[in-house]
């Protein structure tokens, strides 16, 4: 592993090398030689100094995961039939014919709650773009399709995509991820999302990077009364914007279904048996990335619990050393999956300006630094070059010239 992973967890505790070297039951040194590079850092040993910190993997059959809205514009499609019969595995004569107004389309086709956009005037202005939009029941809908065919949704999605490579746009995916009811009497070890409002206001949920969060409340927190239980509606958390291109909403699936169905919370935890609901929504080039990723083999659960990781960090107290450690109870559901980083169209940062600043504001003075140094017998010069540290940033901006230079070789040459 690349030694700024552990440089970043190590800030993000908080914790300088000595107290971290504490924490973990290493020596500092070594700390110091994995951060610098000097000794390779495993994923094992990586582990290892997270789980000081109350990291560990998680109970994986206490989620289900599953896609829970899917939205993709093709830019041309000509052959409605052939198009539903091959890729939603559905005769185009089950499909109904509509009007419609809706995304700046004319024209609609619906099965169920599977839907496809088109436009009346498609042979008259040439527009033979679509767009399919399967909502939760649809997709539930499009899985009977795929359980027929044994078929999967990587299948599906795959299939299109070598059909219409980039003229294919998913402009929206949401993963349902679904706590399961661990049964009658182990409900204290469920996770409790009124918990996040408690610790937020005692700085121990850390969602940083999605700055707005929001809930709603359908009762008094933490009630233990049971006579009050059935009256409550349930919490919603939202994290994010509803405009960005990622935002999580949380909610007690429990009590909606209860609503729903118009039977208690204890019956629909029999029949439904779902604790907590923990939703992600993704927009336009975000969802689009996510999609390929699937296609590409990486499990949809890996991807849930990545992108969650990417955003929200769950705590529980402090060590003797003031960092703070993960709340065990949120690393049972997502913990053991690293963040999720999202690749979007990304384009190399341009460093020639920084360099060029450095050749003719900066050069000078580092000659003289060094002839100063051969004169007097000092290391200024080395002591000058080895103070600064990389930030974040300016890691990632690295990571992306790496990669264009290996796809572009010689692009940066000049600058050197």
Same mark, same amino acid.
């Given at each position: 592993?690349?030694?700024?992973?552990?440089?970043?967890?190590?800030?993000?505790?908080?914790?300088?090398?000595?107290?971290?070297?504490?924490?973990?039951?290493?020596?500092?040194?070594?700390?110091?030689?994995?951060?610098?590079?000097?000794?390779?850092?495993?994923?094992?040993?990586?582990?290892?100094?997270?789980?000081?910190?109350?990291?560990?993997?998680?109970?994986?059959?206490?989620?289900?995961?599953?896609?829970?809205?899917?939205?993709?514009?093709?830019?041309?499609?000509?052959?409605?039939?052939?198009?539903?019969?091959?890729?939603?595995?559905?005769?185009?004569?089950?499909?109904?014919?509509?009007?419609?107004?809706?995304?700046?389309?004319?024209?609609?086709?619906?099965?169920?709650?599977?839907?496809?956009?088109?436009?009346?005037?498609?042979?008259?202005?040439?527009?033979?773009?679509?767009?399919?939009?399967? !909502?939760?029941?649809?997709?539930?809908?499009?899985?009977?399709?795929?359980?027929?065919?044994?078929?999967?949704?990587?299948?599906?999605?795959?299939?299109?995509?070598?059909?219409?490579?980039?003229?294919?746009?998913?402009?929206?995916?949401?993963?349902?991820?679904?706590?399961?009811?661990?049964?009658?009497?182990?409900?204290?070890?469920?996770?409790?999302?009124?918990?996040?409002?408690?610790?937020?206001?005692?700085?121990?949920?850390?969602?940083?990077?999605?700055?707005?969060? %929001?809930?709603?409340?359908?009762?008094?927190?933490?009630?233990? %009364?049971?006579?009050?239980?059935?009256?409550?509606?349930?919490?919603?958390?939202?994290?994010?914007?509803?405009?960005?291109?990622?935002?999580?909403?949380?909610?007690?699936?429990?009590?909606?279904?209860?609503?729903?169905?118009?039977?208690?919370?204890?019956?629909?935890?029999?029949?439904?048996?779902?604790? %907590?609901?923990?939703?992600?929504?993704?927009?336009?080039?975000?969802?689009?990335?996510?999609?390929?990723?699937?296609?590409?083999?990486?499990?949809?659960?890996?991807?849930?619990?990545?992108?969650?990781? !990417?955003?929200?960090?769950?705590?529980?107290?402090?060590?003797?050393?003031?960092?703070?450690?993960?709340?065990?109870?949120?690393?049972?559901?997502?913990?053991?999956?690293? !963040?999720?980083?999202? !690749?979007?169209?990304?384009?190399?940062?341009?460093?020639?300006?920084?360099?060029?600043?450095?050749?003719?504001?900066?050069?000078?003075?580092?000659?003289?630094?060094?002839?100063?140094?051969?004169?007097?017998?000092?290391? %200024?010069?080395?002591?000058?070059?080895?103070?600064?540290?990389?930030?974040?940033?300016?890691?990632?901006?690295?990571?992306?010239?790496?990669?264009?230079?290996?796809?572009?070789?010689?692009?940066?040459?000049?600058?050197?």
């Amino acid at each position: 592993m690349e030694a700024y992973y552990l440089q970043r967890f190590r800030k993000k505790t908080g914790l300088n090398q000595s107290d971290f070297a504490k924490t973990v039951g290493i020596s500092q040194s070594l700390i110091s030689r994995y951060e610098l590079g000097k000794k390779t850092l495993s994923v094992e040993t990586f582990h290892k100094i997270k789980s000081a910190f109350g990291y560990f993997d998680c109970d994986k059959d206490r989620l289900r995961y599953m896609i829970d809205y899917l939205r993709i514009t093709f830019k041309s499609v000509r052959d409605l039939e052939k198009f539903t019969r091959e890729y939603l595995l559905i005769p185009f004569r089950e499909f109904g014919s509509y009007e419609t107004k809706l995304m700046m389309y004319t024209h609609l086709w619906k099965r169920g709650d599977v839907w496809i956009f088109d436009y009346h005037d498609k042979f008259e202005t040439n527009n033979y773009q679509i767009t399919i939009q399967l !909502s939760g029941s649809g997709c539930r809908q499009m899985e009977v399709m795929l359980e027929h065919y044994g078929l999967t949704w990587r299948d599906l999605l795959a299939n299109m995509r070598s059909a219409f490579g980039d003229s294919m746009k998913v402009t929206r995916l949401d993963i349902a991820i679904d706590e399961l009811y661990l049964g009658v009497g182990r409900e204290n070890e469920q996770f409790q999302l009124e918990d996040l409002i408690s610790k937020y206001y005692k700085k121990e949920l850390y969602f940083d990077k999605l700055r707005k969060w %929001n809930y709603i409340g359908g009762g008094s927190l933490g009630s233990s %009364n049971n006579d009050n239980e059935e009256e409550r509606q349930g919490i919603s958390i939202y994290f994010g914007s509803r405009q960005s291109e990622m935002y999580f909403n949380f909610y007690e699936k429990r009590y909606e279904l209860a609503k729903q169905e118009r039977i208690t919370v204890n019956e629909a935890l029999e029949v439904f048996n779902i604790w %907590n609901r923990y939703e992600i929504r993704l927009a336009q080039k975000k969802a689009d990335s996510i999609v390929n990723e699937y296609i590409n083999g990486v499990d949809l659960a890996i991807l849930g619990r990545g992108l969650i990781n !990417s955003r929200i960090t769950v705590y529980d107290g402090t060590n003797d050393y003031g960092a703070y450690l993960v709340d065990s109870k949120w690393q049972r559901l997502f913990g053991g999956s690293e !963040s999720v980083v999202i !690749s979007i169209d990304p384009e190399p940062y341009d460093i020639r300006r920084t360099i060029a600043w450095l050749r003719y504001q900066v050069s000078n003075s580092l000659a003289l630094v060094r002839e100063f140094d051969k004169i007097v017998g000092e290391d %200024n010069l080395d002591y000058v070059l080895n103070s600064g540290e990389l930030t974040d940033e300016a890691k990632r901006t690295l990571v992306a010239v790496e990669a264009f230079v290996r796809l572009n070789q010689g692009e940066y040459d000049d600058c050197v």
